[in-house]
């Protein structure tokens, strides 16, 4: 839930702050309708600001920033604590108080009890800044899995943060442009963390806290994750049996809400696992959200409707069209936030889910990520099989006249994001370089330099995970989905991704894990109980819309006078003509677009 | 160690007024960190061997030095001195790729064509005497240093944020270990580490031992067995992989580093965790004891020797030594190991060889 911002600075006059986390506020409104607030420290120049979602106390209690009883610490929280009454518990017992029923507190007692030891104690969805008065520190703390995001702009003794970039650009915060971003655009599809537009403007990593110095203006970043003793389990029967347990207490735990909530059901594996999952405790009260279209080849209604005849609730199904998709699009490019091929599906869904009267609902993101949901698992074997070949040979794919082999000239590159690239990437850096009429040199610098990765040597299941996780999900999936859900004042939960289902994930075996028999094996079978088989013994689709064809159509889109330089051009006559994906298309669309 | 290295011979070529170039066979320009080395002095070769013997010999034609960093671009060195027979072709020599027989071009090159060996360790200069006849005067013992940027720490209390991580408190005695885990390099003395903290755990209760590195999954296995065995479930934490900004932190966390290897050529980490003020253990049957100065700074054990690595450790964990003590610890490793001492022992050797 939520949006928040602010500004700390010892050197900025208290009323200009105050504007500029006012702005920022008004900026994110839509992803905190319900409320505002600001608060302001004078002698320490701290300035906070909150927009409100309302989903767990409903009341004017929950009204944020807020603050302990002793006014210590002070916090502006985006997210959602699922464990805050485990947690409230044990703070009772070591005799805390609560005023309010809100997750939020909970958070400022934790930390007046438990110091930072706090952050890794909290289970669930979360962005929030934190300042100790006493200490004159602040916290910017995010959630271990990065659903949340968090972005701050760190120079010349002053720190600002918000959970959107564009409200640190449009309140003047940080404006100049990071000068490589259409380089990193063209080659990922969307910007990789911890990169943005703007220069020096960062995402907070997950799993990791910000401390600012309040006297010193500096900041450290460090991870807050707990080391413990990794559980192994290669047994089977016993993996099967855990994930039944943890993946139905993480969708108990996050149907927690006061609000109306509901489930993303597309009539894949997952959503399907997790709408029957939450309709065991819910029941009646669940509702679904469901997408069809008139493209047979991209309908799931018939899979849908074998769930939503075994479960109760209301059930919302939207058709959506060639003509929908038009008139959408220019407000979905609005609320991107930052520049993405992906994340249309999501704006829909989350706009039919609002309309329908929903603040929250459950996602199946992060099953495919965890349990070998895609080609990459397979295909991340042909790297190390490549690297046994002279690179020179792979330069050749530069010169293919198929378009989708063009990717193969990342084997050209020693490197781990260039093995990444190889498997989700869009362009080429030859294409990037021809495209922004830049040197090839400068472009594989800005992919491949100054980057702290894990030695990737195995090229197994394993990596091809880390990959899919760290990369694709965290960068594109994750990012997208909250930024598309809260453009429609909606918050959007993944069970899958529950830290503590991600760590029994990780702690199986890995033969287990990825079983080759069939993708996501081990998931199906743990719940062959519950799942139909026609929904798992099908032919997986994704939660995709008919955009090769609804983009074609679009008279913008492949307007080719619109694009400049011969490549863009020459690349879209050929999307025309249906020879290149519409994903590269919708890149260039944006690339242009800020031209 | 390349990176000071890198670093050191920058800033003597522009002192110098010399032109300096670094190739390097595995790496690739975007592994260049530009605060050790400008781009422009740098080529990464990506693996490609022939383009970096190519380019070798093309830019040698013309060079006065030329260091190589291992033994195995002996070849490389033959053509240089076969094309450019005036250019010095100077060798460093660091550890178990030196400690072994060599084949015949390496030993040809070493016996008609090195000029200098610039030997990490005295224990490997008596390596490259006793293994492979070097001539006494041609080797040049320059110990490692501690790497320039490294964030040195100016007060020695141990960090919140980690004490939390591993669920550690100010009562905990921390031992700490970091160093690749490979099961390929089974020499590093960890195991040994493990089987001690499991008959130490009942006289100090508070014992963690905090084992870090990169690990293969062969390896970690192996290790963790070796966890179970000696039942120290509860003292180890095996904490991966560390990030280079939390390097520094970790070694103010531990009271005491313990790396009990047979092979190290000089053993950088022994060097950097003194510079933490982190007392340390090391093996005495390898370079590592150049690193604790002979014993001023630390402690040399026989390896295999488990006794007297339960005594040692013993010995610091009853005598911890205080946040004075551990500045003077640094201030003293400093001395013989930061970047100028190296700086100035580099410039005069190679002013030496080229006025030789």
Known sequence: MCRIAGIISNSSVEFDRNEKVKRMCQLLKHGGPDDEGIFNDTAAGVTFGHRRLSIIDLSPKGHQPMTDVQQKVWITFN????NYL???KQLFGLGARFASNTDTEVILSAYIFWGIAAFSKLRGIFAFALYDKEKSLTYLVRDSSGIKPLYYYAQNGQLCFASEVKALKEAGLASEPDPDWQIRFLAYGHIPEPYTTLKNVRSLPKGEFLCWNHKKGTCNIHSYHIIRDKAYIDNLDQAKEAIKTTLGYAVNRQLIADAPIGVFLSGGIDSSLITLLASREKKAQLKTISIYFNEKAYDESMYQSLILKQIDGEKFTHLVKQSDFEGFLPQIIDDMDLPTTDGINSWCISKFAHDDGLKAVLSGLGADELFGGYPSFNRIRYIKSAKKYPVSLFKLANYSAFDAYKKIAFLTYNH???????LRGLYSPADISQILDADITEVEDVLFANRQLPYIDNYNEQDAAWFEINLYMQNQLLRDTDVMGMSHGLEVRVPFLDEDFVKLTESIDSRIRFDKTRPKKLLIDSFTDI????????????????????MRENQEITNDSLYRGRKSKNIIKAFKNNNVHWSKAFALFQIQMHA | MTRTFAHSLFHISKKENWNFRLFSLYDTRYDLMSQYLPAKNYTGFNNNRLALGLASIKEASKADIVILNHINLSLIGIAIKLINPKCKVLLIAHGIEVWRPLSFIKKTFLKRYCSKIICVSNFTKKQMMIRHQADPDKCIVLNNAVDPFIKLPDTFEKPEYLLNRYGLSSSNQIIFTLTRLASSEQYKGYEQVIKAIGHLKQAFPHIKYILSGQYDSTEEIRIRNLIDKYAVNNEVILTGFLNDNELTDHFLLADLFVLPSKK???????????ACGLPVICGNADGSTDAIKDGRLGTSINVDDLSELQDTIINYLNKPLT??????LQNECLLYFDERHYRENLQKLLNDEQGA
């Open chain 1, 79 to 82: 997210g959602e604590i699922y």
């Open chain 1, 86 to 88: 485990e947690l409230k």
């Open chain 1, 416 to 422: 781990p994001i260039a093995d990444y690239l190889f």
């Open chain 1, 531 to 550: 799942l139909p088989e026609q929904i798992w013994n099908r032919t997986k689709m994704g939660f995709t819309f008919p955009l090769q064809d609804w």
């Open chain 2, 264 to 274: 190290e050529g000089f053993g950088i980490v022994f060097v950097e965790a003194l």
């Open chain 2, 323 to 328: 946040l004075e003590k551990r500045q003077n």
